[in-house]
């Protein structure tokens, strides 16, 4: 459990496999108030062929995917360095691996939490891998059936594992009607451990209603501009949008924690007493006259007349003396 939400603002593939614009995203990433920063781990000729087709022809650079992961990659040395540089900075190091040796390489480089993307949630060599490191995981659920995340869960459950789950969409970017906020609360329910979401709808709005609705993790993709090339750039946030969503999904979390009752009002006794009003008499009335419901106004504050809840007691009886406009109205007033 956190005592506000958990926020990963991910990198992935935004650096466009310059080792300089990476670190830049660190710098600009480490002033929006976020905990974590999270990267993703690709060694091509460990996870991919020759044979992998692109997911979404975005690349006029690359021939294949795999040329594509090819570009994506930094060393051993690299990734090491771009760790130090998030530790300088105070942003938690989360990275997916997404092979075996990627997960050699995380540890040597120091990583505190597996992030397993949607497409590795039945990888159980992977999950075995990992699991050996005893760190805890992450797991995004967006491609995943509850049949298929049972398996994963009871596998990490026997591996005495920590775990928490993300609902997760995997559609860039996400529409509103693929949310499935829903299923926060259903992952919550059927597995008793801590639910976050994983955003890809490129807007604040998501975020902030995932957090409202019991999400305690939130993962969303960040850019310097919508526009820039790669495969996650419109379903993006920019870094100005990330402290906005920063900034309201803190507030929001903090209001969830504060239960109000509305049976306890003391507090508002004095305020109540200058908003709420007291009965007068909105025209010049003579002596013996019979109020009605038009002769009635209600003014601030209250104390000077009868309470205007109780005007319903006043109508049909007489006046023991004229009454000028706008006077208050008191029981010693009627007979």
């Known amino acids: 459990m956190y005592n506000k939400p958990y926020l990963i603002a991910e990198i992935a593939q935004a650096h466009d496999g310059s080792l300089g614009i990476l670190h830049s995203y660190i710098d600009a990433i480490s002033k929006t108030g976020v905990q974590a920063i999270k990267f993703q781990l690709h060694i091509a000729e460990a996870e991919s062929s020759i044979h992998e087709p692109f997911r979404v022809k975005f690349s006029r650079e690359d021939a294949t995917r795999y040329d594509y992961w090819k570009r994506m990659e930094f060393t051993l040395e ?72 049972d398996k994963t869960v009871t596998f990490l459950k026997s591996k005495n594992i920590d775990f928490s789950i993300l609902q997760c969409t995997t559609a860039y970017p996400t529409q ?44 969303f993709h960040v850019v310097f501009h919508k526009e820039l090339f790669g495969p996650d750039a419109k379903a993006s946030l920019t870094l100005e949008e990330t402290k906005q969503l920063v900034e309201a999904v803190n507030e929001i979390y903090i209001a969830k924690k504060h239960f109000n009752n509305k049976n306890k009002n003391e507090k508002f006794k004095e305020l109540k007493s200058i908003f709420e009003k007291s009965l007068a008499i909105n025209k010049d009335l003579p002596k013996g006259h019979k109020i009605t419901f038009e002769d009635l106004e209600s003014k601030k504050p209250k104390g000077y007349g009868i309470d205007a809840r109780d005007f319903k007691n006043v109508l049909g009886k007489k006046l023991k003396n004229s009454k000028s406009q706008w006077n208050f109205l008191n029981e010693e007033d009627l007979e």
């Open 78 to 149: 690299q990734w090491k360095e771009i760790k130090k540089h998030c530790d300088e900075v105070d942003l938690d190091f989360i990275c997916s691996p997404f092979s075996n040796r990627a997960v050699d390489w995380l540890e040597e480089i120091g990583v505190k939490i597996y992030k397993v993307g949607s497409g590795e949630v039945t990888n159980f060599l992977l999950l075995e891998k990992i699991s050996q490191t005893g760190k805890p995981v992450i797991i995004s659920s967006g491609m995943s059936s509850f049949e298929e995340l």
């Open 176 to 219: 509103p009607e693929q949310y499935g906020f829903n299923v926060i609360q259903e992952l919550k329910d059927r597995y008793n451990v801590s639910v976050g979401f994983s955003d890809h709808s490129a807007k604040t709005s998501t975020g902030i209603a995932a957090v409202a609705l019991g999400a305690e993790i939130l993962e």
